[in-house]
């Protein structure tokens, strides 16, 4: 089982856990009223995690320095039509990133939601899991908690599935939906809260070790450490890069993105070579001449 989830493209949002000595980074997935949140507190509590919710993530996105008036439009949703189409939904993205990243570099916490398991893609450590449930069970959970009847309560589900599905596909280009994106997929219509803790946990004990922990946190330091100057190549420098994205790949640092200048993408290179002197720049930035974003 382990090697064929090795296989798996491991992704969606994410917790981390140490079980059994190593440290996960668990990726948790959820449908509208499938307990996703209610697992995630409880698997903190079990363990011993902090458990970084919807709220904390959106302060620090803002504390990063996106406008708070801004976050509604793109915070797990789809973006309206001008909305994405806007420069501001690209730095929402680099800022969620990063805010994914400085958690997962902290360790020793869980969080949920915001595709983080897109963000995290490639870490070996990471542990993908997705919450689901039947429309009834949904519905009626939804109706007992808030005392809503039938019609209010098939709405919210619809219009919250929509648009975490749009969501992702507007800034990941993937579905949230495809059960092979996870290495673990539960119906919590079928069992209990403390049922899935116990199973999440003994899941991830018997498929993450020393190996892959120890190889996952150097991952995400190196992404972490890219994500800070696309940052600041961006939002200090104020270079006019769209899409910009750096990768690290042992000694080699490759920027990627869209400039209307060759002068531009120098002086990226020449910002990266000084931040990063260990590392051997290589830009694939491509130069279109005219080439403009929208503001």
């Known amino acids: 089982m382990c090697e064929d989830n090795k296989q798996f493209d491991k992704r969606l949002s994410y917790c981390s856990f140490k079980v059994g000595g190593c440290m996960a980074i668990v990726a948790i997935s959820r449908q509208c009223a499938a307990l996703g949140d209610e697992i995630a507190a409880a698997l903190a509590k079990k363990i011993g995690y902090r458990f970084i919710d ?23 949703r ?5 909305a994405s189409l806007a420069k501001e939904r690209d730095e929402y993205l680099d800022y969620l990133q990063t805010a994914v990243l400085e958690v997962a570099q902290e360790g020793n916490c869980i969080l949920i939601g915001r595709a983080a398991h897109i963000i995290l893609d490639g ?4 542990f993908a899991l997705r919450f689901v449930a039947d429309r009834s069970v949904r519905m009626a959970r939804l109706k ?12 919210r589900i619809e219009e919250s599935d929509a648009n975490r599905l749009g969501f992702y596909k ?31 946990s003994a899941a991830v004990k018997n498929l993450i070790d020393a190996e892959q922990e120890a190889a996952g946190r150097k991952k995400v330091k190196e992404m972490y450490e890219a994500q800070k100057l696309v940052n600041e190549l961006l939002f200090e420098h104020k270079l006019a890069i769209s899409f910009l994205r750096a990768v690290i790949h042992e000694d080699k640092l490759v920027l990627q993105g ?34 403009k974003a929208f503001p």
């Open 54 to 76: 919807k709220r904390e993530i959106e302060k620090k996105i803002v504390q990063l320095g996106f406008s708070p008036d801004k976050l509604k439009n793109y915070d797990e």
């Open 170 to 200: 507007s800034f990941f280009n993937e579905t949230n939906e495809e059960v092979e994106h996870f290495h673990l997929v539960i119906n919590t219509g079928l069992f209990s809260i403390e049922s899935v803790t116990s199973i999440v």
């Open 258 to 291: 869209v400039a209307n200048s060759l002068a531009i993408t120098e002086k990226a290179v020449s910002i990266a070579k000084e931040k990063m002197p260990d590392k051997t720049i290589e830009s694939c930035i491509s130069v279109v001449q005219d080439f």
């Open 123 to 126: 870490v070996p450590n990471l």
């Open 144 to 155: 007992e908690e808030f005392n809503w009847d039938d019609k209010r309560a098939l709405q």
């Open 78 to 82: 789809k973006p309206g039509f001008f």
